[in-house]
């Protein structure tokens, strides 16, 4: 061992030494925040260990999540495209086209058909045909169906955005059926029972939009039944008809566990003297605005959501139909 390597480990033992026995002191560092332990050595001999102090917690960030995380999903449903949303529900939408092609079918064949036409029907006048029945009907039926679809697309996918699907579809639907009216003798395309599908359409999205309003107000058919219980088709089809809309007070906050969540306020509409019977006998042409009170059925029946589909489907049909002789109405 030379002189140079044994003075080396000397001198390192010795330092080793003096380190172990000398009692360190905490200083901070000028240069930066890092803790650094310093050894009390003489002159050149003074060493420091630098030790770094735990990171900061990050503070919470803004703005949307980074790229790499994905984005937390709504619970209560979220958006889908206009195609997605028909192919939920294509064999429902296909099996109403095939009933509207069936049924108008039979129609042309039984009445006769001719060449696309339009027809001016009018709205409500007394020179009408049914006094504006068939275009109260055209309102209703265009109503319900796109509260139908709009309820199975819901079902079917969560969307939130059903509304103007269902209208666009029941619209699609009803517009279809126009076209075969315009080839039958009895009738023809009429701008006026569009505007009323519109309508129909329309009082749909905005029953269903408005949070609350579903439970307070339905549009209705009445139909009271005649010796036949129920004519199919002409005009004593539309004499039996009164629609309504049903104001529920059980809707209203402060009256749902009071004696009057069972009250229903009425108002509609119905017409008479316009059936072959009625002219024949001279009786005027008279158009009926009423208002009435009824009972509420499904907060008699069902004021708990049903749990069977039987219980569901009665439920869902009273928002729709009232049954005869569960009101009193004044013309």
Same mark, same amino acid.
């Given at each position: 061992?030379?002189?140079?390597l044994?003075?080396?480990?000397?001198? +390192?033992?010795?330092?080793?030494?003096?380190?172990?026995s000398?009692?360190?002191a905490? &200083?901070?560092?000028?240069?930066?925040?890092?803790?650094?332990?310093?050894?009390?050595?003489p002159?050149?001999s003074?060493?420091?260990?630098?030790? +770094?102090?735990?990171?900061?917690?990050a503070?919470?960030?803004?703005?949307p999540?980074?790229p790499?995380?994905?984005?937390?999903?709504?619970?209560?449903?979220?958006r889908?495209?206009?195609?997605?949303q028909i192919?939920s529900?294509?064999?429902?939408?296909?099996?109403?086209?095939?009933w509207?092609t069936?049924t108008?079918? =039979?129609?042309?064949?039984?009445?006769g058909?001719?060449?696309?036409?339009?027809q001016?029907?009018?709205?409500?006048?007394?020179?009408?045909?049914?006094?504006?029945? #068939?275009?109260?009907?055209?309102?209703?039926n265009?109503?319900?169906?796109? #509260?139908?679809i709009e309820a199975?697309?819901?079902r079917?996918?969560?969307?939130t955005?059903?509304?103007l699907?269902?209208?666009?579809?029941s619209?699609?639907?009803?517009?279809?059926?126009?076209?075969?009216? &315009?080839?039958?003798?009895?009738?023809g395309?009429?701008f006026q029972d569009?505007?009323?599908? =519109?309508?129909?359409?329309?009082?749909s999205l905005?029953?269903? &939009?408005?949070?609350?309003?579903?439970?307070?107000l339905?549009f209705?058919?009445l139909?009271i039944?005649?010796?036949?219980?129920y004519?199919?088709?002409?005009?004593?089809?539309?004499?039996?008809?009164?629609?309504?809309f049903?104001?529920?007070?059980?809707?209203?906050?402060?009256?749902?566990?009071?004696?009057?969540?069972?009250?229903?306020?009425h108002?509609?509409?119905?017409?008479?003297?316009?059936?072959?019977?009625?002219?024949?006998?001279?009786?005027?042409r008279?158009?009926?605005?009423?208002?009435?009170?009824?009972?509420?059925?499904?907060?008699?029946?069902?004021?708990?959501r049903?749990?069977?589909?039987?219980?569901? =489907?009665a439920?869902?049909a009273?928002q729709y139909?009232?049954?005869p002789?569960?009101?009193?109405?004044a013309?």
């Amino acid at each position: 061992m030379t002189d140079g390597l044994a003075r080396q480990l000397i001198w +390192a033992a010795a330092m080793t030494a003096l380190a172990a026995s000398t009692a360190p002191a905490l &200083a901070q560092d000028n240069d930066d925040d890092r803790l650094a332990i310093e050894f009390d050595l003489p002159g050149p001999s003074r060493h420091r260990l630098a030790i +770094a102090p735990p990171a900061a917690a990050a503070e919470p960030g803004y703005g949307p999540p980074p790229p790499s995380l994905p984005a937390i999903e709504e619970t209560s449903g979220h958006r889908l495209s206009f195609g997605k949303q028909i192919d939920s529900i294509k064999w429902e939408l296909g099996a109403a086209l095939v009933w509207v092609t069936a049924t108008n079918t =039979a129609k042309v064949g039984r009445d006769g058909g001719r060449r696309f036409h339009f027809q001016d029907e009018g709205w409500f006048g007394k020179d009408t045909i049914n006094l504006g029945m #068939d275009k109260l009907t055209h309102a209703w039926n265009t109503y319900w169906i796109t #509260d139908m679809i709009e309820a199975r697309i819901r079902r079917k996918t969560g969307a939130t955005n059903a509304g103007l699907t269902a209208a666009s579809l029941s619209m699609g639907v009803m517009l279809y059926a126009e076209l075969w009216d &315009a080839h039958k003798k009895s009738s023809g395309f009429s701008f006026q029972d569009i505007a009323m599908n =519109a309508s129909g359409a329309g009082f749909s999205l905005l029953r269903n &939009a408005v949070p609350g309003l579903d439970r307070k107000l339905d549009f209705r058919l009445l139909l009271i039944p005649n010796k036949d219980i129920y004519t199919p088709s002409g005009t004593r089809h539309y004499r039996q008809m009164r629609y309504l809309f049903a104001l529920k007070l059980a809707g209203f906050e402060g009256l749902e566990n009071s004696p009057l969540r069972f009250v229903e306020l009425h108002a509609g509409y119905r017409a008479t003297g316009f059936t072959a019977k009625e002219e024949a006998r001279g009786d005027p042409r008279r158009r009926r605005p009423f208002i009435g009170i009824g009972l509420n059925l499904n907060q008699l029946f069902f004021p708990d959501r049903p749990s069977g589909w039987a219980g569901r =489907a009665a439920s869902e049909a009273l928002q729709y139909v009232q049954v005869p002789y569960t009101a009193y109405h004044a013309d």
